[in-house]
């Protein structure tokens, strides 16, 4: 079955770090994948989308990797503030051909931030 | 910056209610989806919607689920007989387009079943 695998345990670096999250898939062959922030009790914010075609997209401070070989991704924040404490979600998207899509979701990675 | 409204933002409800949960999804969005998460489990795909019907649905939307586009606007969730196990955070999305876009959620509702 399908598996979507996100460091498990919290990572917590240091204000002006860079803080380095690992998504790993298993059976599956994404069209797209997804980063979302979600912060408690609220809902997942849209960070990066990049295409099975892509190796590296970049937006301000984040950057994120595919490779469709070892079936990862990594997303990277340079220059980390505490503000970016939150928990990272990969989602894994299914576009195809006809009207259908959904996202398959890993579990997150929080992130913790220090001053 | 345009938003997805969910309402109400927690919900209380006695085992075997019927529940609507409500969204206004963006306006020039196309692409509605419900998704809903356990504290402290992944987030899940239950449902997309386009043109008026449903597109897919996964094994968790049974036949206690229904959506409905009521009047071109709101999007809503109802679950018909409530159970313990349905007790989540619910998220409405939204999208612009099918593929090459992420998608804007909620802030969702808590629904807790007693």
């Known amino acids: 079955s399908q598996k979507i695998e996100q460091n498990s345990e919290a990572l917590n670096i240091q204000e002006g770090k860079t803080a380095t999250l690992t998504c790993n898939y298993t059976?599956?062959?994404?069209?797209?994948l997804q980063w979302y922030r979600q912060d408690p009790g609220r809902g997942p914010v849209f960070l990066l989308l990049i295409r099975e075609n892509e190796k590296e997209k970049r937006k301000e401070r984040l950057k994120v990797t595919f490779d469709t070989t070892l079936k990862q991704s990594l997303f990277h924040i340079t220059a980390s503030q505490p503000a970016d404490s939150a928990t990272y979600l990969c989602a894994l998207d299914s576009s195809n051909a006809g009207n259908n899509r959904k996202l398959i979701w890993g579990l997150g990675t929080s992130l913790g931030v220090n001053p | 910056e345009p938003e997805v409204t969910q309402t109400p933002s927690h919900q209380v409800t006695q085992m075997g209610q019927e529940v609507i949960l409500r969204c206004v999804p963006i306006?020039?969005?196309?692409?509605f989806y419900w998704y809903r998460q356990i504290l402290g489990q992944k987030v899940e795909f239950l449902v997309s919607f386009y043109n008026n019907e449903i597109s897919e649905k996964s094994e968790i939307f049974d036949d206690q689920f229904s959506v409905e586009r009521p009047d071109g606007s709101n999007f809503t969730l109802k679950i018909r007989s409530t159970k313990l196990e349905d007790s989540a955070m619910y998220f409405c999305a939204s999208s612009e387009a099918l593929r090459d876009y992420g998608y804007t959620f909620g802030s969702g509702t808590r629904l807790t079943v007693v």
């Open positions: 059976n599956y062959s994404p069209a797209y």
């Open positions: 306006s020039n969005h196309l692409y």
